[in-house]
């Protein structure tokens, strides 16, 4: 979860907090045992089989919103194959007492389960939050629900359990619950979030990485880093990236937020990298937030995509354009052979209306962009046109194809949203640089015909 207490200690001192190894990292450990489920394999998650599984999903806060289990099915329709899902241990929130039914509302919809307890976040800095111990007794209680589903679910220890104070006792207390929770029986593979309120800006979670992977007598925990105003350049995101990298530690990044301002995650980078480097993803959050601004969804409804909403799930690298399903329940392993699909010839539009949504901060803007057929018939295959006011330049979109970056703007269908029946919709939109002018455009065409502007 976004937690703004890291904010003044980032502006205090952005120094690293050097750790003296310990020789055990050294030493010759004994074997794992056999893998169970979903594990590791070098840096990659693989499934039982052995297929690599890449998470391509979202957080949604579950445990404040216990009634809107109809989450699970909208985040899959929109190309998900991961579901990260706050529960509380009952420190601060919950108890989550109904995991068997979570894991059933994700085998149900096809999704990888990624169960974490949120009470840890800021432990240490924030009074109220539990520790990873009580954390790992939480899991122990939930135990029974839990044995039996290692194929589908990823336990995720506790949710950014160390704040900014001492964050160094990070590494001694993952290194206990790890070995807690095998000393309990638990073979699935484990989520470990670092310190810093999750964003590790003192690299105690990067320079002891080897110390805790080396912890888990299975050898099958992956390291997560939440990724938000720290992480505001490009060169942050793949300075911290390569480090991992080049030392073969697997790595998921369990949450980020995107550029809404200047200095937000870099968003574009991260997804780009990500897809790049093979890394899992999970986007924060679906819906539900007290800064709506991270909401991808308003109100839960899928209908209703936020800017944000648009670009995780349609943009480039993104999660439809990326996820591909478990295989344990029949997803198709990936093709390396391009296909190429027909683009129609576009059809008259008849009649339509288009919503227009902008998002502007200094420099910059996000727009998010619905097309509605509000026609008799059927449109196959769409081109929009507009035009973008003066000191206005495209950076980059989502959902369509956009040309030129500047002046009269063509925005062209995507594989995946070709038709738009009588009353249907889709969105579409794109982040752009501005020198002041943040009028928006006053005319639209869809296939040459005016749309109605609202």
């Known amino acids: 979860m976004r937690s703004m207490p890291w904010l003044a200690a980032v502006g205090a001192a952005l120094v690293a907090v050097v750790v003296t190894t310990s020789a055990a990292v050294f030493a010759v450990m004994p074997p794992a045992h056999a893998a169970v489920g979903l594990h590791i394999s070098g840096t990659n998650i693989v499934e039982a089989n052995g297929q690599r599984f890449t998470m391509r999903g979202v957080n949604h806060p ?40 979570v894991i059933s509302l994700c085998k149900q919809n096809r999704l990888i389960c990624v169960l974490e307890v949120h009470d840890t976040t800021g432990y240490g800095e924030e009074g109220a939050a539990a520790s990873l111990d009580e954390a790992a007794n939480y899991w122990i209680s939930q135990k029974s629900a839990l044995v039996g589903q290692e194929n589908y679910v990823v336990i995720n220890i506790g949710n950014e359990p160390i704040g900014n104070t ?16 095998r000393a309990n029986g638990f073979e699935h593979l484990l989520m470990v979030d670092g310190p810093n309120w999750g964003q ?10 080897q110390t805790i992977l080396n912890a888990d007598s299975r050898r099958n925990t992956v390291l997560s880093i939440h990724m938000y105003a720290v992480f505001n350049t490009a060169t942050a995101i793949t300075d911290y990236l390569n480090r991992f990298q080049a030392n073969g530690w697997p790595l998921v990044i369990g949450e980020f937020g995107w550029r809404f301002g200047a200095n937000e995650v870099d968003h574009e ?27 991808m969804a308003t109100g839960f409804d899928p209908a209703q995509l936020t800017t ?9 690298d993104g999660i439809k354009a990326t996820a591909k399903e478990a295989t344990i329940y029949g997803g198709a392993t990936p093709t390396v052979t391009p296909t190429v699909t027909p683009t129609p010839t576009p059809t008259s539009s008849g009649s339509c209306r288009v919503t227009y949504e902008m998002s502007t901060w200094n420099t910059g803007f996000t727009t998010n962009i619905t097309i509605t057929n509000t026609g008799s018939s059927a449109i196959n295959g769409w081109r929009l046109t507009f035009t973008l006011p003066s000191g206005q330049t495209i950076t980059g979109g989502w959902s369509a194809s956009y040309a030129p970056a500047s002046g009269q703007i063509t925005a062209t ?16 939109g794109f982040q752009a640089t501005h020198t002041g002018n943040t009028a928006k455009p006053s005319t639209f065409t869809l296939n040459g015909s005016t749309c109605q502007v609202t």
């Open 62 to 101: 579950h445990v404040w919103f216990t009634n809107q289990t109809r989450s699970f099915a909208d985040v899959k329709a929109l190309g998900a194959n991961t579901v990260r899902v706050v529960l509380g241990s009952g420190k601060r929130w919950g108890p989550s007492t109904d995991v068997a039914n």
């Open 413 to 428: 269908n995507a594989g995946w949203n070709t038709t738009l029946p009588p009353g249907g919709s889709t969105g579409i």
């Open 269 to 295: 980078t991260l997804l780009s990298e990500a897809a790049s480097r093979g890394l899992g993803y999970l986007g924060w959050s679906w819906s539900g937030n007290t800064d709506p601004i991270l909401d």
């Open 308 to 316: 944000w909403g648009q670009r995780i799930f349609n943009g480039a």
């Open 166 to 181: 001492n964050a160094a006792q990070w590494t001694s207390a993952t290194t206990a619950a790890i070995q807690k929770m």
């Open 200 to 209: 590790d800006w003192q690299y105690v979670m990067r320079d002891n990485a």
